[in-house]
């Protein structure tokens, strides 16, 4: 418990006495308990605090423990590949036109005249080494399966909202797809010396000459690909109840394009291109969702720009985001 007579100073406690004998006590108590009260909701605001910057560094350790575990996996299969072409040089057989000479100039003229000696036969040599190549084949062959057997045992990489690059974009102008009526095309600025194309399919809600000059949140990660003829450079995303009822996720008041936005939960640098073959968007799609506030987030963790505030939907709440 806390020393409550040591909370003010005893000169202080005089001079109400002294200002108003008959209520001084009733006043001091009350300075008291609002001291104990305000030092007790301080306490409590340092707790959440802390509970806070703990949460944010266990995320961040089990990040790195993942890294790390990628990059010991990625090791063992260097190693792996290393031995495999490293084989042992093969036997050393014996010179045998060397051995001939050595044989005539030993035994006398006369002997050799009336004995030659005979070459080997090579086949036999021959058909040894096969056998040798062979055998050390399918030595390296039963290694490689061993390697990618314990390989395969190992821990995965980590996938969670964290790999996914998405900022801050202004659309600077937008114009319909020459050979899709469902599609457009937009230049959007997200921070970088150029604008990007993206190409997009939005509902018939949307009028695409709304869309100029207006900000938007972007994948900016993805691998760019062609879509009915025109390169696509990063995915707009998009919150939706049907393919008809959609509208832009929209960043907070006083974004500029390139913020980042991140996910208190999940920190890290997001990958510098997402490998189609992980399918890393596929996995987190169904995650990614808006709440009964019209609040974008990932498994309960909000889309945030940090500092200015979270990413939301303009009317649509309880619907995904794609």
Known sequence: MDNTDNLFHPSLEAAVMKLDPEDGE?????????????????????????QKKLLVENAKLKKDIEQLKTQLQEKQRRRAAK????????????????????????????????FPVNPLPSSSS????????????????????????????????????????????????VRLHPLAEAMIVQEVDV??????????????????????GSLAVLLCNVKACKL?????????LCCCTSDDCVELLVPP????????????????EPDRELQSKEKVW???????????????????CSFEVKGKGLCRAPSLTNCIIR
């Open 191 to 212: 921070g970088e010396n150029g604008p990007r194309t993206v190409v997009s399919k939005v509902g018939q809600e949307i009028i695409p000459e709304e869309l100029q």
């Open 228 to 236: 009915k003829g025109v390169v696509s450079q990063a995915r707009l």
């Open 26 to 50: 009733q006043i001091m108590e009350y300075f008291k308990t609002h001291a104990l009260l305000t030092r007790e909701k301080a306490l409590l605001q340092a707790s959440v605090r802390e």
């Open 83 to 114: 031995s495999l072409l490293s084989t042992a040089p093969p036997p050393q057989t014996p010179n045998l036109t060397s051995t001939m000479a050595a044989n005539q100039s030993s035994s006398p003229a006369g002997a050799t005249a009336a």
């Open 282 to 300: 596929e996995l987190l799609q169904p995650d990614l969702q808006v709440d009964g506030r019209g609040v974008a987030n990932y498994k309960g």
């Open 253 to 268: 008041t006083g974004s500029t394009p390139g913020d980042r936005v991140t996910f208190l939960n999940y920190p890290g």
């Open 126 to 173: 021959s058909s040894h080494e096969r056998r040798d190549k062979h055998s050390r084949r399918r030595k390296a062959e039963r290694k490689a399966r061993s390697t990618s057997d314990l390989l395969s045992l190992g821990v995965e990489s980590q996938v969670d909202v964290s790999r996914l690059d998405l900022r801050v974009g202004r659309i600077l102008s």
